[in-house]
C-alpha cells in the first residue's frame, strides 16, 4: 500500500499561474483533507472531503477549490496564485463514521513557492 | 473557545536525558486527542491516539497520557533519531485541529 501519496513534491509558480495539487489514497478511506503548513502557524485545514461528492470549506479556503474526484482522489486547484500562498502543503485522508473524525494518515506534502 | 496549546515550543536534551511534552487544551466534550510525529520536510506520522481521562500509550521509549486537562508525552532515554517536531491534535466533530508542535532536538 502506497498510503497517501501527493503530486508535484515541488512547485514554482509566478503570481498569477493556476495550477492543481493532486492527491490520491489507497487505504478506502471515506474522508480526505487539505492543509497548508506554514512557520510558526502550525497546520491549518484548507477544505475538506467527509464523503465523496461533498466537499466544505476549513480554516483558510480563500484563493482555493477543491474537487473530489472519486473515492480515491481529492484535488486542490490555486486559479491565481499570490505570494501568500507560498506554503507546504498536506493532503491527509481518514475514516470518518457518525461524523465524528478518526485518525488521519499524511501524504509527503508538496512545496509551493510563489515568486 | 476550544483550543489546544503545546508546551515548550522547542527542547534540547542529551542524549539519555529523559523528559516530557505538553499539549493543554480547553474543549468541551473531548472526542480524542492525537499525537503525531513531523520529520523536517515530511508529512505528520501518527503515534497515538487517547480518548479518555487516565488512558495511555506506549510506543518504544514514547509514553503518551491524558488527564481531563492536558496531554503528556514522556520520553524514556531518547536517541537522537528522535529529534523531530511532534505535534498534537485534538477531534472537533468531522474535523481534527492541530496544536502547533514542540521541537524537539537530542544531542549525542
Known amino acids: 500500500n502506497a498510503g497517501v501519496t501527493q503530486t508535484p513534491k515541488f512547485q514554482v509558480l509566478k503570481t498569477g499561474q493556476s495550477m492543481t495539487l493532486q492527491c490520491a489514497q489507497d487505504?478506502?478511506?471515506?474522508?480526505m483533507y487539505w492543509y497548508r503548513q506554514d512557520p510558526g502557524m502550525g497546520l491549518r485545514l484548507i477544505y475538506y472531503s467527509a464523503s465523496e461528492g461533498t466537499t466544505d470549506k476549513g480554516e483558510v479556503p480563500n484563493g482555493y477549490n477543491v474537487s473530489r474526484l472519486n473515492k480515491r482522489e481529492f484535488s486542490l486547484r490555486l486559479e491565481s496564485a499570490a505570494p501568500s500562498q507560498t506554503s507546504v502543503y498536506f493532503c491527509?485522508?481518514?475514516?470518518?463514521?457518525?461524523?465524528?473524525?478518526?485518525?488521519?494518515?499524511f501524504g509527503p506534502g508538496t512545496r509551493l513557492t510563489v515568486l | 473557545e476550544d483550543q489546544v496549546t503545546q508546551s515548550p515550543e522547542a527542547l534540547r536534551l542529551q542524549e539519555g536525558e529523559s523528559s516530557s511534552l505538553n499539549c493543554s487544551y480547553t474543549?468541551?466534550?473531548?472526542?480524542?486527542l492525537f499525537w503525531y510525529r513531523q520529520d523536517p520536510g515530511k508529512g505528520p506520522e501518527f503515534l497515538f491516539t487517547?480518548?479518555?481521562a487516565g488512558e495511555e500509550k506506549e510506543k518504544e521509549r514514547l509514553k503518551a497520557t491524558l488527564t481531563k486537562k492536558e496531554s503528556f508525552l514522556h520520553i524514556t532515554a531518547p536517541k537522537p533519531e528522535d529529534s523531530a517536531t511532534y505535534l498534537c491534535a485534538w477531534i472537533r466533530d468531522d474535523k481534527i485541529i492541530f496544536g502547533k508542535g514542540t521541537r524537539l532536538h537530542i544531542l549525542p
Open positions: 487505504m478506502n478511506h471515506n474522508s
Open positions: 474543549v468541551s466534550g473531548l472526542r480524542g
Open positions: 491527509a485522508s481518514s475514516f470518518l463514521a457518525g461524523g465524528v473524525a478518526d485518525t488521519q494518515y
Open positions: 487517547l480518548y479518555s
